[in-house]
Nanobody
Framework: QVQLVESGGGLAQPGGSLRLSCAASGFTFSTYAMSWARQAPGKGLEWVSG????????VYADSVKGRFTISRDNAKNTLYLQMNSLKPEDTALYYCAKDHGPTPNWYSGVAVVYRYEYDYWGQGTQVTVSS
């Protein structure tokens, strides 16, 4: 069955960095776009970033553009999110998600997303940014 397992979360100071990973199995990873979303306490799911199935292009929410970098290694069936210049408002549970096809969902502005908009979700990894 499809499994998405996130790792790499933790505590970081403002201005610091973390790198999240998402290990995928149970499907042909290289043929599907993948995305990251996050959920802060008391808030809905917020779309963060997406990457095409072949890694040729990426899309980002305005709130993370220039600070976060999404990437993938199709040989290792792994998705990444490099997070730099972290801010306290980045504190959230971060999820990776499998898109429906080779092109990632893309949203403008601050986008609240819903679970049905993606095929599968991981269990999430907690990122806390605090001094």
């Amino acid at each position: 069955q499809v499994q998405l397992v996130e790792s790499g979360g933790g505590l970081a100071q403002p201005g610091g960095s973390l790198r999240l990973s998402c290990a995928a199995s149970g499907f042909t990873f290289s043929t599907y776009a993948m995305s990251w979303a996050r959920q802060a306490p008391g808030k809905g799911l917020e779309w963060v970033s997406g990457i095409y199935s072949d890694g040729s292009d990426t899309v980002y929410a305005d709130s993370v553009k220039g600070r976060f970098t999404i990437s993938r290694d199709n040989a290792k069936n792994t998705l990444y999110l490099q997070m730099n210049s972290l801010k306290p408002e980045d504190t959230a549970l971060y999820y990776c998600a499998k898109d429906h096809g080779p092109t990632p969902n893309w949203y403008s502005g601050v986008a609240v997303v819903y679970r049905y908009e993606y095929d599968y979700w991981g269990q999430g990894t907690q990122v806390t940014v605090s001094s």
